[in-house]
């Protein structure tokens, strides 16, 4: 058998080259796995930083493990654990503000390959691991309660609080609450702890001031009322009704616009100048038994306050008692207070005082006031004012008294119904005579409780028939004549009280007069302006009331010369005797002397 040269050659290359040698001639050599040469690192922190969180935060670190694949990656705050079991050189986790608050160790560790190549290596029996701790300072706490200080400076009020210096501060909010008035406003610098307010110029009224400290992990709040009482002094001075006010300077100089002093609804006086401390107004028609109220009102430049208002209130002297009607009477010098539930009359001297009181009804009280009427069902009562004396006639049920004088001369008014009609009778009737002095009637297919309207002067020497105005003279005893009619076109008010042959119509805007006798006009009689409406006639006085709607102006109009007076009035009023009454209040006040 031949073997061919290059076999042999070749099969004496092949042992040779399996010729045994020693690891360190054959082998690579395979460094062992350093964790030196691995790093974690967090974008937020260097290396051996303590890290201080003051809300939630979110952490983002990496791992270089050169070379090596991440096998599992877990980082921890204390026992928390945030990230576990990533396989991820590259993550995040957030530390939220809910979790508690202290001082905590803040660990990432890992696992990976070793990535260096060897066979264990590559079979995944060599392992690397590694970690990296810092120190994790995590305040999570609300901002303190603030304290609220509360002082004048420079003349304004200024409100302080101490600063709130942590990273995680967001604004403070300063507010202001007063009357259902609410003001606030915000301030991001952490630095500026204060706040002037220029709207508050002072007032006895409680403010409420707050502040609220705003934080990444919450807030907190403080309140603190504040007044400052301006010590005002209010005196009344009855003889003229006038109030003096007395206060203290207003140290708020650079808010202050002006005070204000009020008798409501009317502005009294206004005052710019802030040195000014004492001022003097005259009330308008204080009535005695009545209250005024007076208002000291401090306004600011920026008035957005409204609260800041001392009220004070006068009373000029005592009430009288309430009544239906107030009469007075000439004849017994007296004022007449009737009173209903339970029917009462009241007598009352000059100073205002009851004398005496009766226990009886007060329909009607005619001039000059000797005897007064009322009306049961079926009969008039004339009862005499000093003695009490008393003098009934009896009417039948449907007779009623319409109209009374003060000498028994009386209108009285029956009606029935015949045939499906109504009729009416009305007559002038002499109470003292037992005799009728005047009588007419119609009938109507319509019921009518004001049909036949007269009305009789309060001497009984005249009446007049609404209807058409005719006006007739009365002779107690015996008859009553037709003077004539009047026509104007007015509306009749009366005859005078005092002057029965004086007949009064109120044209609107003035009074016309008219002789009784005559018929003739005599004279207008007025206010000095348009628009007042008369209300009452004082017969002592001789002065006409005229008041004007929603307005407290009101004129005093003397029937005989026209002379006039000008007077405040807060209430609807009668005059009588000089004063006005409010006798359903039982107030009254003099207006003429």
């Known amino acids: 058998m031949r073997i061919d040269t290059w076999l042999i050659a070749l099969i004496l290359l092949f042992l040779t080259s399996c010729t045994f040698s020693s690891d360190e001639e054959y082998f690579n050599t395979v460094d062992p796995p350093d964790v030196s040469k691995a790093s974690i690192s967090l974008s937020e922190a260097n290396e051996g930083d303590t890290i201080r969180i003051y809300e939630s935060t979110k952490f983002h670190y990496n791992i270089n493990t050169n070379g090596g694949r991440i096998k599992s990656v877990r980082a921890s705050v204390g026992r928390v654990a945030y990230v576990s079991g990533s396989n991820s050189s590259i993550g995040e986790f957030n530390v939220y503000s809910t979790s508690q608050s202290g001082t905590f ?14 066979l264990a290596d590559v079979l995944g029996g060599e392992e690397l691991s590694g970690f990296k701790k810092w120190v994790l300072v995590c305040d999570f706490s609300r901002p303190a309660t603030p304290t609220v200080d509360l002082r004048i400076e420079n003349g304004l009020l200024k409100v302080t609080w101490p600063k709130y210096l942590k990273p995680n501060f967001q604004k403070y909010v300063v507010y202001r609450y007063a009357d259902g008035i609410s003001y606030a406003t915000e301030i991001k610098d952490a630095n500026q702890n204060s706040w002037f307010d220029d709207g508050y110029s002072g007032g006895p009224k409680s403010v409420k001031y707050g502040v609220s400290i705003h934080s990444a992990v919450g807030s907190s709040n403080a309140e603190r009322n504040y007044s400052y009482n301006p010590l005002i002094q209010f005196t009344f001075n009855k003889q003229d009704t006038s109030a003096t006010l007395k206060w203290n300077k207003n140290p708020f100089h650079k808010a202050f616009k002006e005070y204000v002093i009020s008798n409501p609804p009317n502005i009294a006086v206004t005052i710019t100048d802030i040195s000014d401390t004492v001022r003097t107004i005259k009330l308008s028609n204080l009535f005695f038994g009545d209250q005024q109220a007076v208002t000291f009102e401090v306004n600011a430049i920026k008035n957005d306050i409204a609260f800041n208002t001392v009220q004070h209130a006068f009373i000029l002297g005592d009430s009288i008692p309430v009544a239906r009607s107030i009469y007075y009477s000439p004849h017994i010098h007296a004022y007449v207070l009737a009173q209903d539930y339970p029917h009462k009359i009241l007598f009352m001297n000059s100073d205002f005082k009851i004398t005496r009181e009766q226990n009886a009804e007060l329909s009607t009280f005619p001039y000059p006031g000797k005897y007064y009427y009322n009306f049961p069902t079926d009969r008039i009562n004339q009862v005499d004012i000093e003695t009490g004396t008393m003098k009934t006639r009896v009417t039948g049920s449907s007779v009623i008294g319409w109209n009374v004088a003060g000498n028994g001369v009386i209108i ?6 015949n045939f499906g009609k109504f009729h009416y009778n009305a007559s002038v009737y002499d109470l003292q005579n037992d005799k009728a002095l005047f009588s007419t009637g119609i009938s109507s297919t319509q019921f009518d409780v004001t049909a036949l309207p007269m009305r009789m002067a309060d001497d009984g020497k005249y009446f007049i028939t609404l209807s058409n105005h005719q006006v007739y003279k009365v002779i107690p005893g015996d008859t009553s004549t037709l003077i004539g009619s009047l026509n104007p076109a007015a509306q009749f ?7 029965s042959n004086e007949v009064m119509f109120n044209k609107g805007s003035s009074m016309a007069l008219y002789d009784a006798n005559t018929l003739s006009w005599l004279r207008d009689v007025g206010p000095p302006q348009n628009g007042f409406q008369f209300s009452s006639y004082d017969h002592q006085t001789k002065y006409m009331l ?13 029937i005989e010369t026209g002379g006039y007076k000008h007077i405040k009035l807060t209430a609807q009023a009668v005059l009588l005797n000089g004063f006005l009454f409010i006798p359903g209040r039982g107030l009254y006040i003099e207006v003429l002397e």
């Open 412 to 417: 009285v008014k029956a009606f029935y119904r």
């Open 105 to 118: 160790e803040l660990l990432i560790e890992f696992t990976s390959t070793t990535g260096t190549g060897s």
């Open 546 to 558: 005229w008041t004007r709607r929603n307005s407290n102006d009101a004129y005093l109009v003397n």
């Open 493 to 499: 008010i009366g005859f005078r009280t005092d002057k």
